[in-house]
């Protein structure tokens, strides 16, 4: 024999709660016998609960009502996360330093070709001073095969090569092709 506590809800009851289902016994119906089941008393749930590893009152919830198989899972979730946005930053603050050099480096050219191309004028413009007003005013002195200016922004050396400095490979002979090879 056994005691029916009638508080499940099973087809064909009336879903109340408390209300025994349709051809069942009621809550409190025993049958008497000798191996009849008797009301588990507290300390007989609270050895139950502890030989399925939970305890009193839990029902299979840890600690803060998760789960005993989820506990931790959103701690590991925002590590996760944390470590996914760490990975993100680097990426950033890297491509952002590269662009810093890189932009660093096209601005160093930019000021280097441009002072060049003054250094380069300078010098013309003086040359040709220094043909026009000989003697004491002469700025860049007669056989200077280079010139160096200070700007600013920079130091810039410009190298006079005359026109008959340069070989014609056209015109020139085949000995001082010879030797010019030689010399490379």
Known sequence: ??????????????????EPAVGQAGPRERTA??????????????????????R???????????PVGRRGSA?????????ALAAIAFSLSSTVKSETGRTSTSVDGLRAYYLAQGAVQR????????????????????????????????NARVEIIPETARLNVNTSPVADLYRLMLAL
């Open 33 to 54: 016998g000798p191996g009849a089941a008797l009301p588990k008393t507290a300390l007989a749930k609270a050895v139950e609960h502890a030989a399925h590893g939970r």
């Open 75 to 83: 701690l590991l979730a925002v590590l996760w996360l944390s470590a």
């Open 123 to 154: 010098a013309a413009l003086e040359l040709l001073w220094s043909a026009n007003a000989p003697g004491p005013l002469m700025r860049i002195p007669r056989g200077a095969t280079e010139v160096s200016y200070v700007f600013p922004s920079g």
């Open 1 to 18: 024999m056994r005691i029916n506590s009638g508080f499940t809800r099973r087809r064909g009851g009336s879903g109340v709660a408390g």
């Open 56 to 66: 009193s009152g839990n029902h299979g919830f840890g600690r803060g009502g998760c």
